[in-house]
């Protein structure tokens, strides 16, 4: 990393955090060719005529942050068998300029860990949320972006904890993006790994020097009811003892009594538990030492309860809050005749009668509505504090929640934020976002008018009562945006 550069970051920041986003707030206007993205409403689209969500305005729905102008087409063009493979192959998909623009957020690619201790927690904690609103916004990746949102909830951290607080940029790089589409298990292992968890859980205090000493069962107990079996998934508490047990003797190096490797990860032999284990019935031999995480692992992420946990989860998340059982049983399968393959999960539930037929009846988290909204109109962003305030005042700020369980998928804690999406919807459609704008003219123009710009945001064509309540509304654009139709998916 240029050290001019970092320490420019710094001295921006030397007035708190707060200053360092203003300043880059303030040179949007520098920035425009990176702020505006591809897909921006510059070419005519067809927006949806059906008076129902059909299915390709129902896979992107499901499958992404929200339609953006031009996206139906490509679906279309593709078929969607075609389109939800590429969907879940990221890699083969070009996203140059996201990437690009992502790379402006130069702490979020740090090496060694140790460096990002130079920089100001707040200015880190910026850089990751504006770069996962520019991704969620632009990125073609989409369905990948999903699940990176979906496993930063599965697997959540406070930053705010220690040294995880500069630790996080790097979870979030290497272990939760790194492995959102591919094997559970790697996934697993990663974060049981991941300096920034082994701080919030405390992984990093489970030792056991002396046979007075009890192993501490943070994350142990949370890998169990959390990660991997889920809460009735059958363990007991002498379960997560023999887990604690397991995991016992792995430390990350911390700033405060380390001056070298800050972050690094390793293996104590002399702070491990050598000693015979049982975890949920099945035996660990004695001495394997650092072994015996990875025999844990196999014997959690291999159990029935955790795919029926994964299933459940990922069902809640496609199809309804509360999916039928048999597609739930479906996609357990799928996870277990997969070894955890997530692609070959997902594509066993994109393909159960259950999603195919449940549309638009899924309320749309605060940080959904903030991004379809801006993907609905082609907007342009600098991701900035406004933007932020907004998330955060819906109670959906990214990598703000306090405890491990992550923010619910469920409707029900999200029904107090209406007030704050209607004053969203106005704000951004009267152009009173400071860093965030659209065209609302050449959107309609392109739309082909009012009416089918009206049946791009809400997935479907207007019903009689809904146009003549949009045409005599002074800003229709925000009636749309607040509609019950646009905040559902």
């Not at 729905?61 to 490509?74: A, C, I, K, S």
């Not at 790994?193 to 002396?210: E, Q, V």
């Not at 023999?242 to 430390?251: F, I, N, P």
């Not at 549309?359 to 993907?375: A, E």
Request: glycine letters at 6%; proline letters at 7%.
């Amino acid at each position: 990393m240029n050290t001019t550069r970092r320490r420019l970051l710094q001295a921006a920041s030397a007035g708190g955090a707060v200053a360092g986003i203003a300043g880059f707030s303030a040179l949007s206007h520098l920035l425009s060719p990176i702020l505006s993205g591809p897909g921006d409403a510059a070419a005519p689209f067809s927006p949806p005529t059906s008076a129902d969500i059909d299915e390709p305005t129902h896979l992107l729905n499901r499958l992404t942050f929200g339609p953006r102008p031009g996206d139906r087409e490509v679906l279309l063009k593709m078929g969607a068998t075609a389109w939800i493979d590429q969907q879940l192959q990221p890699e083969k998909i070009d996203d140059a300029w996201t990437d690009a623009r992502a790379r402006h957020f130069e702490a979020l690619d740090v090496w060694p860990l140790g460096e990002l201790l130079e920089y100001n927690a707040k200015e880190l904690l910026d850089q990751m949320t504006r770069s996962k609103i520019v991704r969620a916004v632009h990125s073609r990746r989409q369905l990948q972006e999903v699940m990176v949102d979906f496993w930063s909830d599965h697997f959540n951290i406070d930053p705010s904890k220690g040294d995880s607080k500069w630790f996080k940029p790097a979870d979030d790089k290497k272990v939760i993006r790194a492995h959102a589409l591919g094997h559970f298990r790697d996934l697993v292992k990663a974060s049981a790994l991941s300096p920034s968890m082994l701080w919030y859980l405390d992984g990093r205090l489970n030792r056991r020097a002396s046979e007075h000493e009890k192993p501490n069962e943070n994350y142990g107990r949370e890998l169990l009811e959390l990660h991997t079996l889920g809460i009735n998934g059958g363990y007991s508490q002498q379960d997560v003892m023999e887990a604690a047990r397991c995991l016992t003797g792995w430390t990350v190096r911390a700033r405060e009594n380390s001056k070298f490797a800050v972050g690094k990860v390793s293996f104590d032999s002399d702070l491990h538990d050598h000693g015979a284990k049982t975890v949920l019935g099945t035996a660990i031999p004695a001495n394997a030492g650092a072994a015996d995480l990875d025999q844990l692992l196999d014997i959690v992420c291999n159990h029935p309860s955790t795919a029926r946990h994964i299933a459940l989860k990922l069902c809640r998340r496609f199809i309804d809050d509360q999916p039928p059982e048999d597609a739930v049983t479906t996609v357990a399968k799928a996870f277990t005749d997969s070894s955890g393959h997530i692609p070959q999960t997902l594509r066993a539930l994109f393909s159960t009668n259950a999603f195919r037929t449940a549309r638009g009846g899924k309320i749309k988290r605060p940080f959904h509505f903030v991004i379809s909204t801006l993907r609905a109109t082609a907007a342009r962003t600098d991701a900035g504090p406004v933007l932020q305030d907004y998330l955060l005042r819906m109670g959906h700020a990214p990598f703000q929640y306090p405890t491990p369980d992550g923010y619910p998928e469920e409707a029900q804690p999200w029904m107090a934020t209406l007030l704050w999406r209607w004053k969203f919807a106005l704000e951004f459609t009267s152009q009173n976002l400071k860093g965030t704008r659209f065209d609302p003219t050449n959107l309609e123009k392109c739309a082909g008018g009012p009416t089918p710009l009206a049946a791009h945001l809400l997935g479907r064509k207007p019903t009689d009562q809904e146009t003549t309540a949009l045409a005599a509304a002074p800003n229709p654009l925000a009636l749309l945006a607040a509609s019950p139709a646009f905040q559902t998916f």
